[in-house]
């Protein structure tokens, strides 16, 4: 029976949904993964599969997508659980669709005439921001799909005159040259970037620098812990786009700029003052806008106040720097392999590869 196939897109707006189904994952290794709290995830090598496919499926609530790398393996699986009677379809474009694959959930910050969109990437965890305001749009951390961002901005009747990254990424591929290429809009990266190497002129954001999009100010922050030019944008008063700084449950690591142990304990401790000097004095209230949360479909934005995440992240009450730093630094998982190549893309010194973005984002501590 020939496979249904299904987009990612629509994948992901029916796991945000609840829909229960069996994620059927037939790579021979994974590498990434798809994950909803109504997804039930299961691995099964093609191979085994399509040897006895009545034994190897036996049970598997439906419906079934079969995931592979590019949607071309899946196929006979697929079509084996639909000789069984089997709900099946096919994810188009495997996971490598599913990577790249965007989600916009609406912020609501109570400014009237101002909307922020927080633009999800379930496959990796990386989340980036649209704020639109009197025919203008901002747009922060862009991920590759330029078309996706044109096309937001354009719903909302606005053109973006402002692209941001809040520092020289090193977990994932910047698609911020070329949204700004493509809608004539300025490119601003921090001005300690410029240290780190670009090869490509922007217009440098400094701590207090405001760029105002429509009836709205936006002021950058410094926060430097992560990287030496993380800096954050805080959106009239109301909400802090965080970058790589503090996350809803977590913090960036300290150590991708900086990597040997010295270099990371110091830069633990920036991080430390930049958190209880720069954004916690900012109010209880303060929603805070995060540039990773943990790879998965959700069905509303990432934004909790201030006060939430105090109550998520226990390491908050660490007064001490010497011991947050030791701590943080101890609880680190393994630096990416290749995160140093993702740095000389996003610097510009080394060409674009999308074989860089496979697998999920280790930004964080934990």
């Given amino acids: 029976m020939p496979s249904t196939p299904l987009s990612a897109a629509d994948l992901a707006d029916r796991l945000a949904s609840g829909e229960a189904m069996t994620i059927l994952d037939v ?4 590498n990434g993964e798809i994950d909803a709290p109504s997804a039930t995830l299961v691995h099964e090598p093609a191979s085994r599969v399509l040897a006895d496919p009545a034994r190897r499926l036996n049970g598997l609530a439906e419906p079934v997508v079969v995931v592979c790398n590019r949607g071309r393996t899946a196929e006979p699986v697929a079509a084996a659980l639909g000789d069984l009677s089997v709900d099946a379809l096919v994810l188009q474009g495997g996971i490598r669709e599913w990577i790249g694959m965007l989600q916009a959930r609406p912020v609501d910050l109570g400014l009237a005439g101002t909307e922020v969109v927080q633009i999800q990437r379930p496959g990796r965890g990386c989340l980036s921001y649209l ?14 799909d330029a078309a996706f961002y044109l096309a937001q901005a354009q719903r909302r009747g606005a053109r973006i005159t402002h692209v941001v990254d809040t520092h020289l990424h090193a977990d994932h591929l910047s698609g911020a040259r070329d949204l700004a290429r493509l809608s004539g809009a300025a490119l601003h990266l921090p001005a300690p970037a410029l240290e780190r190497g670009l090869t490509y002129e922007v217009d440098p954001l400094r701590d207090g620098d405001v760029l105002r999009v429509g009836d709205v100010e936006i002021r ?16 009239a008063g109301r909400a802090l786009i965080s970058g790589d700084s503090l996350f809803a449950d977590g913090f960036a690591r300290p150590d991708l700029e900086k990597g040997d142990p010295e270099g990371a304990g110091a830069m633990a401790r920036t991080l430390h003052a930049t958190i209880h000097e720069r954004i916690l004095p900012l109010g209880d209230d303060l929603v805070l806008l995060p540039g990773h949360t943990h790879a998965g479909v959700s069905a509303v934005a990432i934004a909790p106040t201030l006060a939430q995440v105090r109550e998520a992240v226990p390491e908050l009450s660490i007064q001490d720097a010497g011991r947050f730093a030791d701590e943080l630094v101890a609880a680190m998982p393994p630096r990416p392999a290749n995160y ?27």
Avoid at 220 to 228: F, I, K, S, V
Avoid at 340 to 366: M, Q
Wanted: net charge negative; aromatic share 2%; glycine share 12%.
């Fill in 27 to 30: 790579r021979d290794e994974t």
């Fill in 340 to 366: 140093e190549a993702v740095i000389a893309v996003n610097a510009g010194t080394a060409p674009f590869d999308p074989e860089l973005e496979v697998g999920g984002n280790s930004c964080a501590t934990r």
């Fill in 131 to 144: 704020v639109s305001s009197g025919g203008e749009a901002l747009v922060v951390d862009p991920a590759p």
């Fill in 220 to 235: 950058a922050l410094a926060l430097p812990g992560h990287t030496t030019d993380m800096t954050g944008l805080v959106v």
